[in-house]
């Protein structure tokens, strides 16, 4: 499996408040994602970022901003949850000489009360 | 908009049975076709497919891609119950934002 690590795995908030999700990778690929999954529309792409400071917005991107200081971390937050943000949140790597080929994390459960 | 559609949603079979489960898209600029299997974590690849009519295989596993049609079909052969899970169908354009555009996903079940 790529070394993909995301923190925290899950997370409880209330409403308003801000949330940051971690993505952590060790195989030193260029490109990174950020996806949401919901029942009924599949997998979203929020943010994706191709190279360090390198970021861009995705189909659902409103609510999110996204940084990438580092080549191994890839962070998303949300500055002041709502509950329509409540959902599974996977991060997701692909090297530069095959992009389309996505690795993805295990994944952070959010839930906002 | 690219779009990409999977059918049926969800499936159940008996082990040992053959499913097809299939997927269509319209993306502008298609690079290539994803499957990927998704248990109760992370959705792990299967195949990728670039070129229309070379069939991938693994195992029990195979597909293929018709660029003029626009679709793909997975094929999974003498079913295990070890082969419940979503399947999801993917597809990466390479413009504009260059991630990948997911269908909602097969659910498939397989009863012993």
């Known amino acids: 499996d790529a070394g993909i690590t995301q923190s925290p795995r899950h997370k409880v908030t209330e409403t308003g408040t801000p949330v940051t999700l971690r993505c952590h990778q060790t195989?030193?690929?260029?490109?990174m994602y950020w996806y949401r999954q919901d029942p009924g529309h599949g997998l979203r792409l929020i943010h994706y970022?191709?190279?360090?400071?390198?970021?861009d917005k995705g189909e659902v991107s409103d609510g999110y901003s996204v940084s990438r200081s580092k080549t191994e971390d890839f962070l998303l937050t949300l500055e002041s949850a709502t509950s329509s943000q409540t959902s599974v949140y996977f991060c997701?790597?692909?090297?530069?000489?095959?992009?389309?080929?996505?690795?993805f994390g295990p994944g952070t459960r959010l839930t906002v009360l | 908009e690219d779009k990409v559609v999977q059918s049926p949603l969800s499936l159940v079979v008996h082990e040992g049975d053959t499913v097809t489960l299939n997927c269509s898209y319209e993306?502008?600029?298609?690079?290539?076709l994803l499957w990927y299997k998704q248990e109760k974590k992370a959705p792990t690849f299967l195949f990728m497919l670039?070129?229309?009519?070379i069939e991938k295989k693994s195992g029990r596993l195979s597909s293929i891609l018709d660029k003029k049609e626009l679709f793909s079909i997975l094929n999974i052969t003498a079913t295990q119950t070890g082969d419940s899970a979503i399947y999801l169908c993917?597809?990466?354009?390479?413009?504009?934002?260059?991630?990948?555009?997911f269908g909602k996903g097969t659910h498939l079940i397989i009863q012993p």
């Open positions: 993917a597809v990466y354009s390479g413009g504009g934002a260059d991630g990948l555009t």
């Open positions: 997701a790597i692909s090297d530069q000489l095959a992009q389309d080929s996505q690795f």
């Open positions: 993306v502008t600029n298609f690079r290539s």
């Open positions: 195989e030193n690929h260029r490109y």
């Open positions: 970022s191709y190279g360090v400071k390198d970021t």
């Open positions: 670039t070129s229309s009519g």
